[in-house]
């Protein structure tokens, strides 16, 4: 048991061959390699969320998301913010929106030579997905959200936790100008403390003992568990207040530079997946994007589980991941 | 199973440590999901993060004040010249964005008569050094070219034979003789 926790920290993981397309800072666009042209004509650009590794969608060989998009035919981009540094401790959510994905997006133009693409996001990355399509509809064929939280006024332990008057957020970020990738892993397990520090290991002693058991595949998950990234401060403390505490996006508050970011800007097709045991992104914070928007063409998909099995897992690849696919081909 | 399997089975402290969780895991979540889900928890937690960040504060200060007595570059200061780096870095990239601007709008423009010539703009940026070219071609024969300088005295050459002495046409007329001094007797 020892030697399958502690090899996890080489899982090889993210596997599916890419290129570079696109850099800013420590933020990089990738785009995977295909080996046939694609038979969509539609780019599909993932978002990812800020505080977890992005190979979460390309975990290892047969349990890649980004590998089925790529076997059902599309042309799939990645952006994978990298690890902010104290350097970072001003860059805040609206520099991500307003500033590395439109530029991001104008690359994946470039790249395609298609005008419009299909953004997904992931979590925070499906926040940020969001705020993007908002501001700019012209670029967003399709949006579509895996387990994006964008509405705070019910956000479950994580909004009793960071709920002002409780949470610390300034002395946080005036201490550390990146907060620690430990302090929301923390938070993260201690929704669920018993499964998260004593559970995994018993299953992991049950399963050891299973004949076909793929260890490598609980490793690489399990790398991925306890592989978070550090939050640039001002981006930590933008999320906590302006999302959390004062719930800006679903009270049609927030702005951007300047720019109003309104749900009922968008009226490109939707399609929004929640999890319905999900602790991180309650189900109360994903289900506001289908009534608010102004598109004509929103629906939604609800799965049994919790936050990360919406995205790997035997049940995401066989239930989710061919729903997604036949939604992407017919909004293509 | 064997008598000693049994044995082996009840001893071992793994399978005595996943029985007790079995029995007890759902009464433990619920306790403690409970007690971490109310508002007094949340209250806890944050004064127990504000102690431990003032903790962290102190610490750090104090090795800021160490780093600059010792004249070493802290921390912050490394951050700063990263700070300024990603400044140039966007800065770049907002000239790059007007750039596709300018040539958007060009290119949306429809062709018109030729207009004048607007003024010269700024220099650019020095571009890197390209590769070498190919060697050119040989060019047409040049016109001949002006008079050299003087060259060095040469060698002295041998010296010519005396020749013969050329007949004389008209002679020199004869100078009249003096007349003769006499001679002075002793």
Redesign the interface.
């Known amino acids: 048991m020892l030697r399958a926790v502690l090899g996890s920290a080489d899982a090889p993981v993210g596997l599916t061959p890419k290129e570079l397309v696109w850099r800013?800072?420590k933020a990089r666009l990738y785009r995977y390699i295909r080996t046939e042209p694609a038979t969509h004509k539609t780019p599909i650009f993932l978002v990812l969320p800020l505080i977890n590794r992005s190979y979460i969608l390309d975990l290892r060989p047969g349990a890649s998301f980004v590998e089925f998009l790529l076997s059902e035919g599309f042309d799939v981009f990645l952006i994978d913010w990298g690890t902010p540094?104290?350097?970072?401790?001003?860059?805040d959510v609206t520099a991500l929106v307003t500033?590395y994905l439109p530029?991001a997006a104008?690359a994946i133009q470039k790249a395609t030579d298609q005008d419009q693409m299909t953004v997904l996001g992931y979590c925070i990355g499906g926040v940020l997905a969001t705020c993007f399509a908002a501001l700019h509809p012209e670029v967003t064929r399709n949006l579509v959200l895996l387990t994006a939280p964008l509405d705070f006024s019910d956000a479950g332990?994580f909004g009793?936790?960071t709920?002002r008057?409780?949470?610390?957020v300034e002395?946080?970020t005036?201490?550390?100008?990146t907060v620690p990738a430990q302090l929301p892993d923390i938070g993260t397990k201690?929704l669920?403390?018993?499964?998260s520090y004593?559970?995994t290991y018993?299953q992991l002693?049950?399963k050891l003992g299973v004949e076909n058991f793929d260890v490598e595949g609980w490793q690489a998950m399990y790398r991925w568990v306890n592989d978070s990234v550090p939050f640039a401060g001002a981006a930590f403390r933008q999320w906590i207040v302006e999302f959390y505490q004062d719930n800006r996006l679903a009270r049609d508050m927030l702005e951007m530079d300047g720019r109003p970011v309104r749900l009922a800007n968008i009226r490109c097709p939707v399609l929004n997946i929640a999890a319905s045991r999900d602790q991180i992104a309650p189900r109360p914070t994903t289900s506001i994007v289908t009534e608010r928007v102004a598109s004509e063409d929103a629906s939604e998909i609800v799965v049994e589980g919790g936050h990360v099995g919406i995205v790997v897992g035997r049940s995401a690849s066989q239930n989710l991941w061919p729903k997604v696919g036949v939604w992407l081909a017919d909004h293509d | 199973m064997t008598k000693t399997e049994g044995m082996g089975r009840a001893t071992d402290p793994?399978e005595t440590w996943?029985q007790l969780?079995?029995a007890n895991?759902r009464a433990?979540?619920e306790a403690?999901?409970e007690a971490?889900?109310?508002?007094e928890f949340?209250?806890s937690?944050?004064k127990l993060?504000?102690t431990m960040?003032?903790a962290?504060?102190s610490v750090?200060d104090n090795m800021r004040t160490y780093l600059e007595t010792m004249n070493v570059p802290t921390?912050?200061d490394?951050?700063?010249?990263?700070?300024i780096?990603?400044g140039l870095?966007?800065k770049i990239?907002q000239v790059a964005?007007r750039l596709?601007a300018i040539e958007q709008a060009v290119r949306a423009v429809p062709a018109g008569p030729t207009g004048p010539a607007g003024p010269t703009g700024p220099a650019g940026p020095f571009g890197r050094v390209g590769p070498k070219g190919a060697a050119g071609r040989v060019g047409p024969k040049g016109a001949a070219g002006r008079a050299g300088p003087k060259g060095p005295v040469g060698p002295v050459g041998p010296k010519a034979a005396r020749g013969p002495a050329a007949a004389t046409g008209r002679g020199t007329p004869a100078t009249p003789a003096k007349p003769a001094k006499r001679a002075k007797r002793a």
Not at chain 2, 78 to 83: K, N, Q, S, V
């Open positions: 800013k800072n540094g104290d350097e970072d401790q001003s860059l500033r530029r104008k332990q009793r936790m709920a008057g409780n949470f610390p002395q946080l005036d201490t550390f100008p201690l669920n403390p018993v499964a004593v559970g018993r002693w049950d | 793994f996943r969780y079995d895991e433990w979540s403690l999901g971490m889900g109310s508002t949340a209250d937690s944050g993060l504000e960040l003032a962290q504060k750090r921390r912050e490394i951050a700063r010249l990263g700070e780096i990603i870095e966007e990239d964005d596709d």
